[in-house]
């Protein structure tokens, strides 16, 4: 009597407020208000993801856009997307999809990357089913057109390329084949070219590079670019990683470092071109540039203006404690 009283006690603990059974971030461990990742590792200058990243966030995950243009905004069950709406909203059947038209950022400062043309919004169902990798919800990128960004932005990301500090974590995956022989754009804030000013963070598997990071700072005169040694990053699976840059520091080596899963930080770096303090050419662009397009999917981001180095370990085990990648 005690053990059934016990699992149907677990059982209307576990179900959020839709009726769903969810598991919340911290899988078996944490009740929804616990500590989440920007409780203990506050100011964030961007965090978006499909699992709630403070506990005091009250807003919407994502609006999500239908086929004939309808949309809906989704918020949180317990810790997790609200994914019943979702199939409640989007339906189920063979012939069902529903796009992302908004990814809301958690950290306050309200830099939501969107996209308002449903050709190039990046897909979360298909065919009547929500799109998982390693068994999370993911942002599906096509490789042809889609692309998101955060509007009015050119300013916002400077400390990305201007020799200030910045640390990025992200959940992603790249491709569809062990060697795509391609370059896809993770995010950016200009295009490549030399007389452009920005930031760029590439999966990079080709010209003698296979599957790297490839992280550019373009100054409107030169690129500094960092690119991690071959075989970094697998492509066609989820991989997190942690990259830190710092386009000025004194030491070249120490201009770029960067992580993938749980492995050693690695920092070739030899460029030492000056970064400029002027503005990006691009407001930030997620999973294109230009022409180019990422086939990959996304799980999470989370944007430093700071040093975190000292937090890494910290932040990137409390990823996988959730993703279980590595």
């Known amino acids: 009597m005690k053990k059934i009283l016990f699992t149907l006690c677990l059982a209307a603990a576990l179900t959020g407020a839709r009726g769903q059974i969810y598991i919340d971030s911290y899988r078996f461990g944490a009740a929804v208000s616990a500590d989440l990742l920007l409780d203990s590792f506050p100011t964030a200058a961007l965090a978006i993801s499909f699992r709630k990243l403070d506990k005091d966030y009250t807003g919407n995950c994502i609006t999500i856009q239908k086929d004939n243009g309808d949309t809906s905004n989704v918020a949180f069950s317990g810790n997790y997307l609200d994914t019943a709406a979702v199939k409640t909203f989007c339906g189920t059947g063979a012939g069902d999809s529903c796009r992302v038209r908004v990814w809301f950022d958690q950290s306050g400062n309200e830099r939501n990357f969107r996209q308002d043309t449903a050709t190039r919004q990046p897909l979360i ?33 400077n400390f990305l390329h201007n020799g200030n500090s910045s640390t990025i974590f992200g959940v992603s995956r790249f491709g569809n084949s062990s060697d795509p022989a391609t ?12 007389l452009q000013k920005g930031y760029g963070l590439y999966y990079y598997d080709t010209d003698g590079q296979n599957n790297a990071f490839l992280r550019i700072v373009s ?7 960092f690119a991690s040694p071959n075989n970094t990053i697998t492509p066609n699976q989820i991989n997190v990683f942690y990259v830190l840059t710092d386009a000025d520091n004194a030491t070249a080596a120490n201009r770029s470092i960067a992580a993938v899963n749980g492995g050693a930080t690695f920092q070739g770096n030899t460029f030492t071109a000056s970064p400029t303090l002027d503005d990006a050419t691009f407001s930030l662009i997620l999973g294109a540039h230009t022409s180019v397009y990422a086939l990959a999917a996304f799980q999470e981001i989370v944007l430093y203006d700071a040093d975190k180095s000292s937090d890494r370990t910290a932040i990137r085990d409390n990823i996988n404690r959730f993703y279980s990648i590595y």
């Open 219 to 225: 100054n409107g005169i030169a690129q500094i670019i």
């Open 125 to 157: 169902m298909i065919g009547g089913a929500l799109t998982y990798d390693n068994g999370e919800i993911s942002l599906r990128f096509d490789g042809t057109n889609d692309r998101m960004l955060i509007p009015n932005s050119t300013s916002t990301f």
């Open 183 to 194: 370059i896809y754009p993770f995010f950016n804030t200009h295009t490549g070219n030399n």
